[in-house]
């Protein structure tokens, strides 16, 4: 069984700041930081990190061939991974507050210069029961899952960042959704739901998937046919969530695929984001499998 994650790849700028610019405001960050990320590799790393063996697959510039060297040293995959000379690799401009809270403006780059020519080729090399991992900030996704379907492959969507291209996609293809509540809402075209009740109604609409609802501080729920498990969230200091729900994603998958039951993959990929919560930076901040498990056992 392989597992591909075909997504961004992003130069992240992170800039710190007393508080979010607002509109007319010029105000002066305190640090300035450069970063690797994008929702793609972040994942991508994480399942590395996890222990899986994943392939990444994406796009980048010339200016991005560190990109590349970072995905290396993780022990990722990156044979199907393009550079383009004729666009620069889609970066990031991150606003990181005193809480550790952000915002982000993304530039799509490279990341929206996926072509079918190339999907093709890549999916040609896996087969029925691999994985797909995927986000929502390169181009072409609906031809991705339809090549990912037609051959049988389990697609794993974490529809962010979420807007209406999401709703445009064969999402009925979907085997497991991993998302925040926000993102659940603007699916369902529902608010003011209580957690349980969305993540039910998630399901209702696609029965064939499994849900994966992540909740920030109050945990996450996992509802599927069969099973309603929930998972309470470590407590940590915060100092920068950027990466915190790739890594819960990254955790979530690579423990099911190292034999880990779906209890125990809540747990793993929910510490995993605490720890990740602790750290600055984006892909610089997920822990290894050994970082998490002494982690738990810390929480013992």
Do not use: W
Not at 17 to 43: M, P, R, W, Y
Not at 244 to 261: P, R, V
């Amino acid at each position: 069984m392989k597992v591909l994650c075909f997504g961004s790849l992003n130069i992240d700028y992170v800039y710190s700041v007393d508080h979010f610019v607002a509109k007319g405001e010029t105000l002066a960050s305190t640090d300035l930081q450069v970063f690797i990320g994008g929702k793609g590799l972040n994942q991508s790393i994480a399942l590395a990190k996890a222990g899986a063996e994943v392939c990444h697959a994406g796009a980048i510039g010339a200016d991005g061939k560190f990109l590349l060297e970072a995905l290396n040293e993780a022990h990722v995959n990156t044979d199907f991974v393009t550079v383009l000379t004729t666009e620069r690799t889609g970066n990031a401009i991150i606003q990181r507050d005193k809480e550790g809270d952000n915002c982000i403006l993304l530039y799509g780059g490279t990341n929206q210069m996926i072509s079918a020519e190339q999907i093709d080729n890549v999916i040609a090399h896996f087969s029925a029961g691999d994985y797909l991992i995927l986000q929502n900030e390169i181009n072409n996704l609906r031809y991705i899952m339809e090549k990912a379907h037609a051959k049988g492959m389990i697609i794993v969507l974490n529809p962010s960042p979420m807007n209406e291209k999401i709703l445009e996609l064969p999402l009925e293809y979907v085997n497991i959704f991993i998302l925040n509540e926000v993102e659940a809402g603007q699916i369902l075209n529902c608010r003011n739901v209580n957690h349980t009740m969305l993540a039910e109604k998630l399901h209702e609409k696609f029965p064939n998937a499994a849900i994966v609802l992540t909740l920030g501080g109050d945990g996450s729920i996992y509802i599927d046919r069969d099973t309603r498990l929930t998972q309470s969230a470590f407590k940590v200091k915060a100092t920068d969530t950027t990466a915190a729900g790739d890594t819960f994603t990254g955790f979530f998958i690579g423990s099911l695929l190292k034999g880990k039951g779906k209890q125990d993959a809540m747990k793993y990929a929910s510490a995993a984001a605490a720890i990740a919560c602790s750290r600055h930076g984006a892909a610089p901040s997920i822990p290894t499998l050994n970082e998490v498990e002494d982690f738990l056992i810390q929480q013992v």
